[in-house]
């Protein structure tokens, strides 16, 4: 690939012409990678048999017309005449960059420059500072370079496709004072997401015609287990089964699950079978209650979880039920009537007590108080009622008194009482 500039003795947009019309040179700049073609060509539009000649930047004459005036194999004629003069340099090399110059034999003579550059290409990029496996929060340092760029090269880091921005980069020219070495660090901390990343580095450069060069490593970070128990249902209940999931993930892959119950081994293991990373339990029953543990282990470290496993009993979890008092009446020699009441125990709450707490103890409370106020109100009925039953039995014998005060004789104390008997309805007396 090579990218071209006419040039003449005097410039007239990308042309450049000789001073006066008729005979000057038109060249061309020219862009060429390392180890590649070059050509050079000169022509002349009107040229009345004046000669043509290429010279290096030594100023060293490679070609006089046809004639190969440099002993150089790289060097070869394509074509001469009157009105062109083109060579072809095979096997560029770094040392071949500079301005030739092309001559056209007038009076005065007329020249034209070519400057050739040539491309150094960098070499393909290694990566150094990798290390595998790498343990989890562990710092990694990986260092790109590639060397015999010209100009100097562009080194970019991928991971997995996204490009990281936080990198160093470091360009130093090489000894041959033509070409460069370049490097980029990059600096990250191992996660265990990163375990499987590919860590690409990319050099991009002008003679790689848009195909960049490309190396890469695969990520390899080792972690302790993390460690997640999964239950077949949120509500277990009694007679049923359950199964818990223990899911582990770390690198290198832990090792088969170790299941306990409240510290200890598995109690029943007929009903609580282990599967794998599976603990399976049937017919659960309350003594099944307790909390369960799943440890994993690989040679990084250990790591557990646990469950707490509460039964529901269904069958002992009732309804609310409110208690309504019966009215008990009792007849007592003395013609008083004695209400009561007694709280009819239609109701027994028989719940586990591991079971969930439900509205009965509110309806207790409430069923108290009621009873206590009709306990009450009965009470102040018999106390109100016996004073006056007293009241009344005290007037009675107080008027049978007054008749036998002015009777002489047991007779006429009868007949004054039954005479104040009649009037006994005109006196009447209130207690309140």
């Not at 690939?1 to 006419?6: K, P």
């Not at 000789?18 to 990678?33: D, E, M």
């Not at 074509?79 to 007038?106: K, M, N, P």
């Not at 370049?182 to 195909?211: I, P, Q, W, Y």
Request: a negative charge.
């Amino acid at each position: 690939m090579s990218t071209t500039l006419w040039s003449g003795t005097k410039m007239t947009g990308n042309i450049v012409k000789s001073g006066s019309q008729g005979q000057f040179p038109l060249t061309q700049n020219v862009t060429v990678i390392e180890g590649e073609t070059a050509t050079l060509t000169c022509r002349v539009d009107q040229n009345d048999n004046t000669s043509l000649q290429w010279s290096n930047p030594a100023q060293q004459t490679l070609y006089f017309d046809d004639k190969k005036a440099l002993r150089d194999n790289r060097i070869e004629l394509l074509r001469a005449s009157w009105h062109e003069l083109t060579i072809r340099v095979t096997d560029v090399s770094l040392s071949d960059e500079g301005q030739y110059t092309c001559s056209l034999f007038t009076m005065p003579v007329k020249t034209s420059k070519a400057f050739l550059t040539v491309l150094g290409v960098p070499e393909s990029p290694q990566i150094t500072g990798f290390v595998s496996p790498v343990m989890e929060g562990d710092r990694m340092e990986l260092t790109c370079k590639t060397s015999g760029s010209k100009p100097a090269a562009d080194i970019r880091w991928f991971k997995n496709d996204k490009e990281v921005k936080d990198v160093k980069y470091l360009k130093e020219e090489d000894a041959n004072r033509k070409t460069f070495t370049v490097s980029s660090t990059m600096n990250f901390k191992a996660d265990r997401s990163d375990d499987g990343a590919v860590v690409s580095c990319r050099v991009d450069h002008e003679s790689l015609h848009s195909s960049p060069q490309i190396a890469m490593q695969v990520l390899e970070i080792h972690y302790i287990p993390s460690v997640k128990i999964i239950p077949s249902t949120l509500w277990p209940e009694e007679g049923q089964s359950i199964t818990l999931i223990c899911e582990s993930k770390g690198k290198p892959l832990p090792d088969p699950v170790l299941w306990t119950k409240d510290g200890g081994e598995l109690p029943d293991p007929e009903r609580m079978i282990v599967n794998g990373r599976e603990l399976n339990i049937h017919m659960l029953n309350k003594t099944d209650n307790g909390t369960y543990r799943c440890e994993a282990e690989n040679s990084i470290g250990l790591n557990s979880a646990e469950y707490v496993l509460i039964i529901r009993d269904v069958s002992n979890i009732l309804l609310p039920t409110t208690v309504i008092p019966s009215l008990t009446t009792a007849t007592v020699t003395t013609t008083v009537a004695l209400t009561s009441t007694v709280p009819s125990a239609t109701a027994i709450d028989t719940r586990d007590p591991n079971g969930y707490p439900g509205p009965t103890g509110t309806d207790h409370a409430v069923i108290g108080g009621i009873v206590a106020v009709v306990v009450f109100v009965t009470l102040c009925s018999i106390i109100l009622l016996g004073r006056y039953l007293a009241r009344h039995k005290g007037t009675y014998l107080t008027n049978e008194a007054k008749g036998a005060e002015d009777a002489p004789d047991a007779d006429t104390a009868i007949i004054n009482a039954e005479g104040s008997q009649v009037n006994a309805e005109e006196k009447k007396e209130y207690f309140i």
